[in-house]
């Protein structure tokens, strides 16, 4: 297989990925909008209330940025104040790992029975008169695209570990605010922080190792959660000052906890290998733990802090 191929297939299959992730997330989106609508109108001014409404919301519409954009847009109507709104983001952070989870079941025996999804997905979609039916048919086709996605990367991926010249690269990018930056504009084009994590999770289940091993890969999905907030930032152009408050609550408080894990991991050098590599025994697994991980605790660490984030960003 020459190198042209891999890198064509490998790019077929991140745009499958992609557009089966898109196709899932907005379906979710139109089945539990009016839900999402009314749970976000019931939120109070308990922080572990709302932490866990971010956390629901986002697991259920698979993508962070669409439950920032949507609590953006109510901080802009007044309906949400900016400390509840600081706290659904912090659990919009830890809700949106989910899609790393599912990415890294790709590494167990699962795989083909979530690819038939996308036939009995379309085949609802076609044959259903019912628009709940034709709309829950596509959701299940997107979670179908997103592993024949992942699929069509797999195998390109396992060709790549055996180009000394590619591997020798990969090994060589060690830097971690490259890595850093790496992540953070990867994620800023594509706008999903997740898609970023499933790609790194991909290359892991092939065996191919960024940054010679060790911390390096991590420093992509600290980055991954910075650019994740340029949907927000843009989604607040134009809108009240408290909407382009809540974008900005987002921003710092993604950056300081990326900031925080980067000094960890910077004077841990033995972080990964002495935890989660001690812990899960798949590669893919190790990385989307440490991506749950990562949200969690700065979430957990956040949390009583809530309004100096607020103050911090008038």
Known sequence: MNLLRIVIEILAGCGAFL???????DNMEKIAGNSLKVL???TLEKRLV?????????????SSSITTVMVVGFVNTGIMTLYQAAAIIMGANIGTTITGQIAALQSFDVELIFMLLLFVGVFMDLFSKKAKIKTTGLALAGLGLV??????????MAFLKNEPSVAEFLASVNNPLLLLFVGAFLTAIIQSSSAVTAI???????????????????????????????????????????????????????????????VLLLTWKD???????????KPSTQIAMFHTFFNTVCALLFLPFINGLVKLST
Not at 227 to 247: K, M, P, Q, Y
Not at 271 to 281: A, R, Y
């Open 40 to 42: 976000f109108n019931k």
């Open 271 to 281: 972080f990964f290998q002495m935890t989660f590599h001690q812990w899960f025994s």
């Open 200 to 262: 790194v999770i991909s290359l892991a289940n092939a065996g191919i190792i960024i940054g010679g091993g060790g911390n390096a890969v991590l420093f992509i999905i600290l980055g991954s959660n910075i650019g994740t907030c340029v949907t927000a930032l843009i989604s607040s152009i134009g809108a009240s000052l408290n909407a382009r408050r809540a974008s900005v609550i987002h921003l710092i408080f993604n950056a300081i906890g990326a900031i925080l894990f980067t």
């Open 50 to 62: 709302n932490v866990g409404v971010g956390v629901a919301a986002t697991a259920i519409v698979q």
């Open 147 to 156: 592993f024949v996605g992942l699929g069509l990367m797999s195998e390109p």
């Open 19 to 25: 557009l089966g992730f898109k196709v899932l997330s």
